[in-house]
């Protein structure tokens, strides 16, 4: 589970700023026990704030940071696709990222400095029995393993200037290493985060940000080889066709369902099967042909998967991810969640991150939103707000502590943010417009 992550000098993040998942509240279904760390870690984080205050930079960071450990030793051959802070010292300072996670329930934390020429400093520590270990680090060309993990000498000779450590060395069968980056990889972005303006070519190539493992295949034949994880409904909540069937036994794909249905959008089944179409050439091809089974009545029809709604084929997409997040333990990053999704699913949603039912392994969901609704959903420590400065650089707050000041946990969080208690709201102010208009003088 991430712990918490840190970011400085990358597009409107300047000094920095630091997300943190540890509870505040710590006595309820939320906030997940750490043994090891003496805390609890939360199953969700929420950022919000007026446009152009940098709430997608501070996601858009950690997707950053995720692609580099997956990219850097194939792609990053003539720059590192980084881009600083505009203003200041930002365009020729360099930039940090840290990030502390849990791997087996035991602390693991990861620091990289860099700038878009070089590498200088980067470090991959854990904490077994609660002190700190150095697997390896890096100063420039020069890398210091810790003793016994001769598997990674060959490390070495992967580095360049411009080349991850961590990105190298996971390509050898060193368990402190590769778990550690597999919990970095399995990280998933849904949402339409901003990229760099500077090496396009280099993001040409990488995964769209939207990319994710396809939600059909989850649907695909009645039985297939995903693994299970839980059932999505409660004894008494089953879904149609599904009465006195024991959940723990059912396959993926009515796992999936489930999680479909529970968007009660009158969908009764997914069918996946295949069609003729002609080719660019003018002969016949077979395709994939995904429909929805809608009932109405005592009849039921499918439904090209093209012709449903926006936020019917937002859910649907999500659901793969989801899945594949909460099997694993690990994290979802979605940017605007409030862009396609009616607020009632966003709302069921954070209840499947929050349940330890539909959430056993400690799946974290980090999602920006304008949707104050949601505020109702979410405990004062699971809220993060964005401002844009005087310099225009992001600041990061928790709301737990926003502005010095704390806040009562049984607080109608979207009413005091609506009222500005906490700031992080849009300045309007329609002078200008109006003097334009010639309304004023």
């Known amino acids: ?23 505040v509240d710590r006595d309820r279904e939320a906030a997940r026990d750490a043994p090891h760390l003496g805390e609890s870690l939360l199953t969700r984080a929420a950022i919000y704030g007026p446009n152009a205050s940098g709430k997608s930079n501070v996601v858009g960071a950690l997707a950053w940071l995720r692609d580099a450990v997956e990219n850097s030793l194939r792609l990053w051959e003539d720059e590192i696709p980084l881009e600083p802070f505009a ?33 200088m400093y980067e470090g991959l520590f854990h904490y077994p029995e609660r002190k700190q270990r150095r697997i390896f680090e890096r100063e ?10 001769g598997a990674l000498s060959g490390t070495r000779e992967l580095l360049t200037d411009r080349t991850l450590a961590l990105s190298a060395a996971r390509r050898f069968d060193e368990p402190l290493v590769t778990n550690f980056a597999r919990e970095i990889l399995r990280i998933q972005v849904l949402g339409q985060l901003p990229r760099p303006r500077r090496a396009a070519a280099f993001f040409q190539r990488l995964r769209r940000y939207s990319d994710t493992p396809d939600t059909a295949r989850w649907f695909d034949g009645p039985d297939n080889d995903q693994p299970l994880l839980v059932p999505f409904v409660s004894e008494g909540e089953v879904a149609p066709g599904d009465e006195g069937k024991d959940w723990s036994t059912l396959s993926s794909r009515q796992q999936a369902l489930a999680l479909l249905r529970l968007a009660d ?49 937002t859910w649907f ?45 400690g799946a974290q969901l980090i999602f920006t939103s304008h949707d104050t609704s949601l505020l109702n959903h979410l405990n004062r420590d699971e809220v993060w707000l964005t ?5 225009g650089s992001t600041r990061l707050g928790a709301l737990a502590e926003f502005a010095g000041e704390r806040v009562r946990k049984s607080q109608n969080l979207e009413s005091a943010y609506l009222h500005g208690r906490f700031g992080a709201l849009p300045q309007v102010d329609q002078t200008e417009f109006l003097r334009a208009l010639g309304l004023i003088g």
């Open 265 to 313: 959008l009158g969908i009764e089944d997914v069918v996946v099967d295949m069609q003729e179409v002609v080719s660019a050439g003018g002969g016949m091809m077979t395709q994939r042909r995904l429909r929805l089974l809608h009932r109405s009545g005592n009849d039921s029809a499918p439904l090209d998967f093209a012709a449903e709604s926006e936020g019917t084929r």
């Open 317 to 361: 997409g999500l659901i793969g991810p989801v899945l594949t997040t909460l099997q694993a333990g690990s994290i979802v990053i979605f940017d605007e969640l409030d862009a396609s999704l009616h607020p009632t699913l966003s709302a069921e949603l954070l209840r499947v991150f929050q349940s330890p039912v539909t959430n056993p392994h």
């Open 387 to 391: 401002e844009k400065q005087a310099d």
């Open 87 to 119: 203003f200041g010292s930002g365009p020729t300072g360099s930039s940090e990222f840290v990030i502390e996670t849990t791997v087996g329930g035991v602390r693991f934390e990861y620091v990289v400095e860099l700038d878009a020429r070089h590498i």
């Open 140 to 149: 420039g060309s020069e890398l210091k393993l810790q003793r016994g993990l």
């Open 1 to 23: 589970m991430l712990i918490k992550f840190e970011a400085s000098n990358y597009r409107s993040i300047a000094e920095g700023v630091e997300l943190s998942m540890v509870a």
